[in-house]
């Protein structure tokens, strides 16, 4: 009885040990090759049906660092896991340099995160490792709806303000400050002046989360001159200030601060932003 138990046991054992390297194999299945799709037309066209964001990846076979990737992240365990949000497809740098053109593809690798319709989110260029890829995807918006009823109205109207304003919203919402920062730049070309005033607000905080603190310093001044009455100087003297500091140069916060005290005097944050100053 003993010896059938154990031949049981070690039949069960074997049947564990075959499920196990064949979740395995499934989970590479995944990543490699034949996940691909073929062209932008036809993962939007899957994309659309499920809701989905593509992962588009800019290669080519003279590139080394796409083959890197191709061996240690797209067949990586973590990469399988995450597929299934997403539709990739593969594209040629040196077979369609329009498409690689219209997403500013300069570098190789590229990838490229955009809604259903291939409207794009953002983009990363160069080599991109495993904890890198996890990041990207990690802030790749889990709900791409609304990203997809902006990028239908912006494929039927580029110049359409409204939906480049809302689509710079919605990316700086969802933690893209960069690809906001562009929206939004396309659609102050032709806002009126209240929607262009809360857009580059936006605009110079998308800047100090980015951490591009000369920028900031640059939308900020620009919000003070444009828009002296409005009731967001205080805010943005403020943020002027924090531009500034971040540059290392405090005698300008400290400048900026005193100017806004000497006409406002009864303007609390603006007094603690300048006691905290060293």
Known sequence: VHGATRDKISVLMLCVGRFALLVLWAAHAMAAPGMWRASIEEASAEARAANKPLLVD???????????????????????????????????????????????????????????????LFHFSGYIGPKTMEGLLAALPSDIGEFNRLGR????????????????????????FLTSNEYYARA???ADRTAREAMLDETGRNYLDLKQAREAAAVFEKCLKEFPSSGRTEGWTIALAQAWAAQEKPERA?????????????????????????
């Open 188 to 190: 102050m070309a032709r």
């Open 153 to 176: 109205v912006l494929a039927a109207d580029p110049h359409n303000v409204e939906a480049l304003g809302a689509m710079g919203h919605d990316l700086r919402e969802a933690g893209l």
């Open 254 to 278: 400290r400048k900026v601060l005193d100017t806004y005290l000497a006409v406002h005097a009864d303007a609390p944050d603006v007094a603690a932003a300048r006691a905290a100053l060293p």
């Open 58 to 120: 800019f290669r080519a076979d003279w590139c080394a660092p796409c083959k890197v990737m191709e061996r240690d992240v797209y067949t990586s365990a973590f990469f399988a896991a995450v597929a299934p949000r997403l539709v990739p497809v593969q594209i040629d740098f040196d077979k369609q340099r329009g498409l690689a053109r219209k997403y500013r593809v300069e570098a190789l690798p590229t990838i490229v995160f955009t809604d259903s319709y291939g409207t794009e």
